[in-house]
């Protein structure tokens, strides 16, 4: 069936079987690697991108039911020539170790600091709550969120 | 309580302001808004890796940017054309025998190129102490994880709905669980005539007499459990053979020397017709040290002409690839009144599942390290490693060490609350210091042991906490 999505502003559609995940489509059909297969039942996070403005496991949604939809996934989030602040954080404060739940806690970071730009720690360890990491332990990422958030709230206030 | 959130905010940020490096800035790492996205294609000099002294100061990963673009590539990132998938049919049995494979109807299926049976497969063995594990299972599948058929398809989803197809008997035997049970005469063996796999015994000075004149006498048997690494990249492996009868395989292996010694064993080809590439791991922990699917996978791309890759599913993850080791640990400790450790006995048990694995360097490790770092006259460890129809335990970051540091830790405690003395007190007594002998009597240098103990009490408020 065919499939039509915006992804990181490009229109880009697909012919998938039915049971193809958002995840596998994005993969395997559009070549966009960066969100990762972990577990593939929802609990590991390393597949999240964000759909019209919500961070989801692409593993648990159907391309199908995504049809029309807007999609940001990690290769979204540098512009051309300037790296998104959380990647510039995240890589100054060692937060990315394997690498390998990067691009999904990357976007849930992004989708928080999009409805709230300058979380508490609280919110911060809530809004990752879905990602896991093994390496980092966690301290180094939830200090980088809650940096840009700082930053974002300084220029906000300048 | 009321106050913890508070107090995770203010520490939080207190560890995010920006602290005082001596490091130079590099101008290849130096970022700030708005920067240009580089692309590395060469290691970025970080200053502080080259800079004395290195510790306490910030250092970036060179492979970070890679890391947050995305664009790393992992080896389920990587495809070829004509690839195939492959899935592995694990056993439905603890301990059986297998007493007919029927793949036809799988085989049956359009779209499915091979299937790979134990039985196919050159030198089925390979492990890096023993050779004891087989790569798939065959005639005798010793737990759930044991591989027993796998199957390459055009893609991942027709490769799962083939193994469905697949037909196995088997006879069950039976299993035993229990690491004390296995070690019992009349247990269910796994491998020849006894489960107790490998051994180890420390003896230093005189312990049944230290233990006589000792004031006290603690004893107390501790347990750990089974730990799986959870690398969030699974093990996944590709490979590809060329026309000159060489194969490649990409593979998230930790450890690829030792793997293409197992791959050219179990191919039963030469070392210098298997090229391994090792690429960007996405956590290891111990769990990817040694050879899982690789040969699996080899041998369906031969069969197939064809790349194949496989992907290890999370729940091939959890039932198939090493966990770490549960220990029972039996520890009784000789004291004098005034809290001076006098003997120390430890009977180890580890329980090793169905195939050893890493088990040699573990039982070596946690038998050294399992006294503590405290200096005792007298000593008497023994260590045990024995099968159970369990998933097979490996290594997993620190060997062994992890389990008797909850074993003695918790003693010390127990010891210092019977003689009701403060537990740092009790450490610093008893703590290796410069030239102290390690159990193996190895003479140990650059011992900070009391100065760290004390350092940490400070900077936590050991002695606050205390009232």
């Known amino acids: 069936m065919l499939v039509e999505l915006r992804v990181n502003g490009e229109l880009r559609s697909a012919d998938v079987p039915p049971e193809t995940t958002l995840l596998k489509m994005l993969r395997e059909s559009l070549e966009l690697t960066g969100a990762k297969l972990g577990c593939d039942v929802g609990d590991c996070g390393t597949c999240t991108v964000i759909i019209d403005g919500i961070s989801v496991n692409s593993c648990l949604m159907l391309a199908a039911r995504a049809n029309g939809s807007e999609v940001t996934t990690i290769e979204g989030l540098a512009s051309s020539n300037a790296l998104h602040p959380l990647q510039e954080k995240f890589e100054e404060y060692g937060a990315l170790q394997c690498g390998f739940c990067g691009p999904g806690m990357l976007m849930s970071a992004k989708s928080l600091l999009d409805k709230n730009s300058n979380p508490t720690v609280y919110e911060v360890r809530d809004a990752l709550a879905g990602n896991l990491c093994r390496c980092t332990g966690y301290t180094k990422i939830i200090e980088a969120v809650i940096d840009v958030g700082r930053n974002m709230k300084a220029e906000t206030n300048a | ?467």
């Open chain 2, 1 to 467: 309580m009321a106050t913890r959130t508070t107090d995770i905010q203010t520490d939080a940020e207190q560890l995010v302001m920006p602290r005082e490096s001596k490091a130079p800035a590099s101008q290849s790492l130096a970022l700030s808004g708005g920067s240009p996205v580089v692309f590395p294609l060469e290691l970025p000099q970080s200053e502080s890796r080259l800079s004395t002294p290195a510790v306490g100061q910030r250092a970036t990963r060179p492979d970070a940017r890679l890391h947050g673009l995305g664009q790393t590539q992992y080896i389920d990132d990587i495809s070829f054309p004509h690839m195939l998938h492959a899935k592995i049919l694990r056993s439905e049995y603890p301990h059986a025998r297998i007493l007919n494979i029927d793949t036809s109807e799988a085989e049956k299926m359009p779209g499915v190129i091979a299937t790979l049976t134990g039985a196919e497969i050159p030198e089925n063995t390979f492990g890096p102490t023993f050779q004891d594990q087989p790569v798939l299972a065959y005639p005798i599948v010793r737990h759930l994880g044991d591989g027993v058929v796998a199957v390459a398809a055009i893609t991942e989803q027709l490769a799962a709905d083939a193994l469905e197809k697949i037909k196995i008997e088997y006879e069950p035997l039976p299993a035993v669980f229990d690491p004390l049970e296995a070690m019992e005469d009349d247990a269910p063996k796994l491998h020849g005539e006894t489960n107790i796999y490998t051994s180890k015994v420390i003896k230093k000075g005189d312990v049944e007499k230290a233990l006589k004149e000792s004031d006290h006498v603690f004893h107390r048997q501790y347990r750990t459990q089974m730990v799986e690494h959870v690398p969030l990249e699974p093990h996944a492996t590709i490979a590809s053979w060329d026309g000159n009868g060489r194969v490649t395989l990409w593979s998230s292996l930790g450890r690829i020397t030792l793997g293409r010694e197992d791959i050219s064993r179990t191919l039963a080809i030469p070392q210098s017709r298997v090229r391994l590439i090792g690429t960007v791991v996405g956590g290891n922990f111990g769990g990817k040290n040694e050879i899982t699917n690789e040969p699996i996978v080899a041998l369906l791309s031969k069969k197939a002409r064809r790349p194949v890759k496989s992907v290890f599913t999370r729940g091939d993850e959890f039932v198939s690839s090493t966990i770490r080791h549960p220990f029972i640990m039996d520890y009784t400790t000789g004291v004098n009144n005034e809290g001076k450790i006098l003997a120390r006995k430890v009977r180890l048990i580890l329980d090793g599942g169905a195939y050893c694995s890493w088990t040699g360097t573990t039982i070596g490790k946690g038998s050294i390290l399992a006294p503590g770092p405290y200096n005792i006259d007298n000593i008497h460890v023994e260590a045990y490693a024995v099968y159970t129809n369990k998933t097979a335990t490996g290594a997993m970051r620190g060997f062994g060490a992890p389990q008797v540091c909850f074993a003695y830790e918790s003693q010390m405690d127990e010891i210092a609350h019977k003689l009701g003395m403060d537990p740092l007190e009790i450490r610093l007594k008893n703590g290796f210091t410069e030239n102290s002998l390690s159990p193996t009597s190895q003479t140990l240098q650059s011992v900070a042991l009391k100065e760290s103990l004390t350092q940490a009490a400070d900077r936590f408020g050991w002695k606050e906490w205390q009232k």
